[in-house]
């Protein structure tokens, strides 16, 4: 059993789109496609992935270091003669040979997005939906049936008015979902409390409503949006100041009663661990977003969990950034607490398998062998392409 190529390419998710902190509109992803000698149904099983949203393709760190060590090491080495499989474990460990620790930067987010190509082949190769495999593997058989889900949208883009984004928070809750989520912080407090509140209207509570500030603001913004937003009663407030600023982030919990969220932006199972030794997240009511496909993928993930357990975090408080396939299968193979989701952007690489409906903001999983990526055909006719 051996890999026998792996392809890359960048393609664009541009959109004219905008957070609190960039723009959307050159932002590109690395794909890659996995295969193998090994056969099922009478072809080759190709393992497929990609990285999220937020931060660039990857073709450069893969061409140069990564792809090249897969190609250099002995095919023996990287088995797990266990399961007869691909080791996930053995290939991240020649992935990172000669990697020093610390300084997680963009390489973490190339490892990601090959991990997950592994992860969709041992899935295939083992004939299960990844969830299930990760079930059986680590969680003694016991899946979640159903995943909870939120849409994440709001965004800001020229043009938008309240009538526009109150209209797309319906069309959510048209399609299911019972939380949304908007992007606040690039307009001044009051603007972005005029928006918060024709958001209110159409969803009609705060407990329906996360806002994402995106690593905006400094201590005093984060405080003053904090004091602003609290009566509101909003399901989080999430990445108020900059993401490893982990004090702006302990007084803020000092200070702001409701639940908040950050994480997407920490990529390594060290600086999980700084956050929670040193952010004042208080694990009866906050929320933690690592993304598996920026953070050296579901190798470090599982690292990352282990550490959430050692500082007394239950799983049921992780709801990964991304919105992709390959979070909703660790959502419901590991017991997460739920999965993002972008009904409306980021295609083809956001939202679900084609036949999934959202139903009381939880969605089921297809039960195709792998992350299920083939069930989402948009998705799987450019990654077909790229193999
Ligand atoms: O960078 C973005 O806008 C995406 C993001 O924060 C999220 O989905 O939470
Ligand atoms: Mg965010």
Redesign the pocket.
């Known amino acids: 059993m051996k890999i026998t190529a792996i392809h890359e390419k960048t393609v664009s998710i541009g959109a004219p789109i905008s957070n609190a902190y960039i723009d959307f509109s050159k932002m590109t992803c690395s794909v890659v496609a996995l295969v193998t000698d090994v056969i099922r149904d009478g072809k080759p099983v190709v393992g497929y992935g990609f990285n999220s949203n937020g931060r660039y393709g990857q073709g450069a760190l893969m061409r140069d270091r990564f792809l090249a060590r897969l190609e250099e090491a002995d095919p023996e080495s990287l088995i797990d003669a266990e399961h007869d499989n691909l080791d996930p474990f053995a290939i991240w460990s020649t992935l990172m040979a000669n990697e020093k620790p610390g300084g997680h930067g963009e390489r973490s987010v190339a490892v990601g997005t090959i991990d997950m190509a592994v992860w969709d082949a041992v899935a295939k190769i083992a004939e299960v939906p990844l969830w299930r495999l990760l079930a059986d593997r680590y969680r003694g058989g016991e899946a979640d049936e159903s995943v909870w889900v939120y849409a994440a949208g709001g965004y800001y883009y020229p043009g938008k008015d309240d009538t526009q984004l109150k209209d797309e928070m319906r069309s959510y809750l048209d399609r299911g979902y019972e939380v949304v989520k908007m992007k606040i912080g690039a307009v001044p407090l009051p603007e972005d409390l005029r928006r918060i509140e024709a958001v209110l209207d159409v969803v009609g509570e705060g407990a329906r409503l996360a806002v994402?500030a995106?690593g905006r603001f400094d201590l005093e913004t984060a405080m003053a949006y904090g004091d602003a937003l609290v009566p509101y009663g909003l399901f989080w407030y999430?990445?108020a100041g900059d993401p490893l600023d982990y004090l702006l982030q302990a007084k803020l919990a000092e200070r702001y009663a409701g639940p908040l969220a950050t994480g997407?932006n920490l990529f390594s199972h060290q600086d999980a661990r700084n956050l929670l030794r040193h952010g004042g997240m208080r694990p009866d009511r906050d929320w933690l977003?690592f993304d598996c496909a920026l953070s050296y993928g579901l190798v470090e993930y599982l690292r990352t969990l282990e550490v959430l357990e050692e500082e007394g975090w239950s799983a049921r408080r992780v709801v990964p950034?991304g919105g992709h396939q390959m979070s909703l299968n660790i959502a419901a193979g590991l017991g997460l607490g739920g999965n993002e989701s972008y009904p409306d952007v980021f295609q083809p690489f956001g939202g679900f398998a084609d036949d999934i409906r959202v139903e009381k903001g939880r969605v089921g999983l297809p039960q195709i062998p792998g992350v299920g990526f083939e069930a989402k055909s948009a998705l799987y006719a450019l990654m077909k392409e790229i193999a």
């Open positions: 994402d995106n999430e990445e997407e977003q950034h």
